[in-house]
């Protein structure tokens, strides 16, 4: 069965760390881009960052940009995402999802995490 | 960074079409093909519907197609079902940032 699992959600205060993990199977791990999507309680969904298949390529939004990091563990078919400095606005639902022909067609079930004192 | 541009509702009656927009600009929509829509149900994760502006991913119904015209991609739901009850999102490739965005989202109401 083809499934992502993401895990590591959690509470963090403001300024925090805090790493989530996605758990590929079911697919050609090693041969996909890979990405974070987020969404905050009630709005849209938003782009965060993109690896590609070997880790040696990364891509990120604007607003992450030196305090989020994309890696990828292709020997134990898994995705992180390492987020430090958190703020309130990083409070979201965080989505893995493959990247393939530019556009998102397997997505995790998302994993919850809140930025707050 | 700013979002496409979708309405914030759309509604039909059971057997129906209704159609979403997505409006961008000549860096994104207008300017590549590489536009996806995404089906969403609450606390669901989302549903790849429409890929390239016209695809359809096995399985997805032929009711749900996908064009573009300019900058303005849309997503059409012919023959409206209960099912279809949910909110959309499109997305697009935007060369201006080299990053991907995702439009503001359309809650579909099937009365």
């Known amino acids: 069965e083809v499934q992502l699992v993401e895990s590591g959600g959690g509470l963090v205060q403001p300024g925090g760390s805090l790493r989530l993990s996605c758990a590929a199977s079911?697919?050609?791990?090693?041969?996909?881009?890979m990405t974070w999507v987020r969404q905050a309680p009630g709005k849209g969904l938003e782009w965060v960052a993109n690896i590609n298949q070997d880790g040696s390529a990364e891509y990120y939004v604007d607003f992450v940009k030196g305090r989020f990091t994309i890696f990828r563990d292709n020997g134990k078919n898994s995705l992180f995402l390492q987020m430090n400095s958190l703020r309130a606005e990083d409070t979201a639902v965080y989505y893995c999802?493959?990247?393939?022909?530019?556009?998102?067609?397997?997505w995790g079930q998302g994993t919850m995490v809140i930025v707050s004192s | 960074q700013s979002a496409l541009t979708q309405p914030a509702s759309v509604s039909g009656s059971p057997g129906q079409a209704i159609t979403i927009s997505c409006t961008g600009t000549s860096s994104d929509v207008g300017g590549y093909n590489h536009v996806s829509w995404y089906q969403q149900y609450p606390d669901k994760a989302p549903k790849l519907m429409i890929y390239?502006?016209?695809n359809r991913p096995s399985g997805v119904s032929n009711r749900f197609s996908g064009s573009k015209s300019g900058n303005t991609a849309s997503l059409t739901i012919s023959g409206l079902q209960a099912e279809d009850e949910a909110d959309y999102y499109c997305s697009s490739y935007r060369s201006s940032t080299i990053s991907y965005v995702f439009g503001t989202g359309t809650k579909v109401t099937v009365l």
């Open positions: 079911g697919f050609s791990f090693s041969n996909s881009w």
């Open positions: 999802a493959r990247h393939v022909d530019w556009t998102y067609d397997i």
């Open positions: 390239e502006v016209s």
